[in-house]
């Protein structure tokens, strides 16, 4: 199984400033990689996939880069709604898809 | 405007039995995969297995192979998650997803499963 592991487990940033969230794989899983975020009570939502393709209606602050092993997600100013919890996923090795632990984007 | 709506929350008992839904509406269900995945009180995401209802072919993640089966009704466009005897810890959110090109991109609401003596 592919262990995907997040870093920081929590993020303190303030309003504005920029969120820069890791995700590393155990082995290499390509660009087959997805980030979403998911807010109290909601379900998640999908943001960048293919390591760096905005999804549908998704503001340009997101951003995503990475191939193989290394992988970032990038909030270039963080606004209120953006504070949640942010999940990696690689869908490169079917059918054992895993997520990251979660990174938790908190207010300073 | 797709959407997924799901059923609404159960209270079981260990050992019973329960089937849960996911209603697809606004595309055409029988095209794209619908995945499920669990979220346990106050833990991460975890990938139980998909769907393509279009023919029925089911895959299941390793860690859920054999606990769970899922399985679809195209005619009445609604994916399900079952279990013939459930446990403690199964209390779990449960959610369905639309798969496009293997990623989620559309969501239903989540299913809470409770199961306590």
């Known amino acids: 199984e592919i262990v995907m592991t997040q870093s920081p487990a929590t993020l303190s940033v303030s309003p504005g400033e920029r969120a820069t969230l890791s995700c590393r794989a155990s082995q290499s899983v390509s660009s087959n990689l997805a980030w979403y975020q998911q807010k109290p009570g909601q379900a998640p939502r999908l943001l960048i996939y293919g390591a760096s393709t905005r999804a549908t209606g998704i503001p340009a602050r997101f951003s995503g880069s990475g191939s193989g092993t290394e992988f970032t997600l990038t909030i270039s100013s963080l606004q209120s709604e953006d504070f949640a919890v942010y999940y990696c996923?690689?869908?490169?090795?079917?059918?054992?898809?895993?997520f990251g632990q979660g990174t938790k984007v908190e207010i300073k | 405007e797709v959407q997924l709506v799901q059923s609404g929350a159960e209270v079981k008992k260990p050992g019973e039995s329960l089937k849960i839904s996911c209603k697809g509406s606004?595309?055409?269900?029988?095209?794209?995969?619908i995945g499920w995945v669990r979220q346990m009180p106050g833990k991460g995401l975890e990938w139980m297995g998909i769907i393509y209802p279009g023919d029925s072919d089911t895959r299941y993640s390793p860690s859920f192979q054999g606990q769970v089966t899922i399985s679809a009704d195209k005619s009445i466009s609604t994916a399900y998650l079952q279990w013939s005897s459930l446990k403690a810890s199964d209390t779990a959110m449960y959610y369905c997803?639309?798969?496009?090109?293997?990623?989620?991109?559309?969501w239903g609401q989540g299913t809470l499963v409770t199961v306590s003596s």
């Open positions: 996923q690689q869908y490169n090795n079917w059918p054992q898809w895993t």
């Open positions: 606004g595309y055409s269900f029988t095209s794209y995969w």
């Open positions: 997803a639309r798969l496009n090109n293997w990623n989620m991109n559309y």
